[in-house]
């Protein structure tokens, strides 16, 4: 089955411990992303990457690093978790060739973060 | 940068009316993709429609229609008839070279 997964889907910590979500898909897509989403406040991108080894911020990158190492694998880390990262997390991926009409996105499930 | 301006926050409707969800779009790209995507109470995000700047054609599947009119950078989207299952927060989004810009979305309630 076609899908993105994120891990973990929940997940309560303290500041200031290091954490990685991760993400993955099985699409063989091209791009990735990283959102969150806070009420009220839509979704905001974090970072994406148009391909392995290719990582760009989004409109909110600050507190966030990512790395695409593999094609599959777009994992979100966060060195210095603060109360204001609590959010909820979704990672998408896409088929976007080069100059071509992207397809959409598709999304994870989400993970639920609470930073204490 | 660009920008996505949904206006209405949250709208109510009884079942079988047709609702209107507006989407502005502000930008400076000659190049650009629309989209738009539901996520109903269990929370994931459901693909519905995607749209390039080159192409204005109004656009028609079973219940849900939307219009996209560059001159205006507005691109709707319409219910008709609406059911109950309609019941999510909708979003209008941007895509562009990889960034991707979603407007703060549409809370659509359903009452039968």
């Known amino acids: 089955e076609a899908q993105v997964t994120q891990n973990p889907r929940y997940l309560i910590t303290v500041t200031g411990k290091k954490l990685t979500v991760t993400c993955s898909q099985n699409?063989?897509?091209?791009?990735m992303s990283w959102y969150r989403q806070d009420p009220g406040l839509g979704l905001r991108q974090i970072y994406y990457?148009?391909?392995?080894?290719?990582?760009d911020k989004g409109d909110v990158p600050e507190g966030y690093k990512v790395s695409r190492k593999e094609k599959r694998n777009f994992p979100l880390i966060l060195e210095s978790p603060s109360p204001n990262q609590t959010s909820l997390y979704f990672c998408?991926?896409?088929?976007?060739?080069?100059?071509?009409?992207?397809?959409?996105?598709?999304f994870g499930p989400g993970t639920r973060l609470t930073v204490l | 940068a660009q920008k996505v301006t949904q206006a209405q926050t949250e709208i109510s409707v009884v079942e079988k009316e047709d609702v209107t969800l507006d989407c502005v779009y502000e930008?400076?790209?000659?190049?650009?993709?629309l989209f738009w995507y539901k996520q109903p109470p269990s929370g994931e995000l459901v693909f519905l429609i995607r749209?390039?700047?080159?192409?204005?054609q109004n656009e028609i599947s079973g219940r849900y229609s939307w219009n996209f009119q560059k001159s205006t950078s507005s691109f709707n989207f319409t219910i008709t008839a609406s059911q109950v299952v309609d019941s999510a927060v909708y979003f209008c989004?941007?895509?562009?070279?990889?960034?991707?810009?979603f407007g703060d979305g549409t809370t659509l309630t359903v009452k039968p």
């Open positions: 990457s148009m391909n392995v080894e290719v990582t």
């Open positions: 749209r390039n700047s080159f192409d204005e």
């Open positions: 998408a991926s896409s088929s976007t060739p080069a100059g071509l009409f992207p397809d959409t996105q598709y």
């Open positions: 989004a941007y895509y562009n070279a990889g960034k991707s810009t």
């Open positions: 699409m063989n897509h091209e791009y």
């Open positions: 930008t400076r790209d000659t190049t650009y993709y």
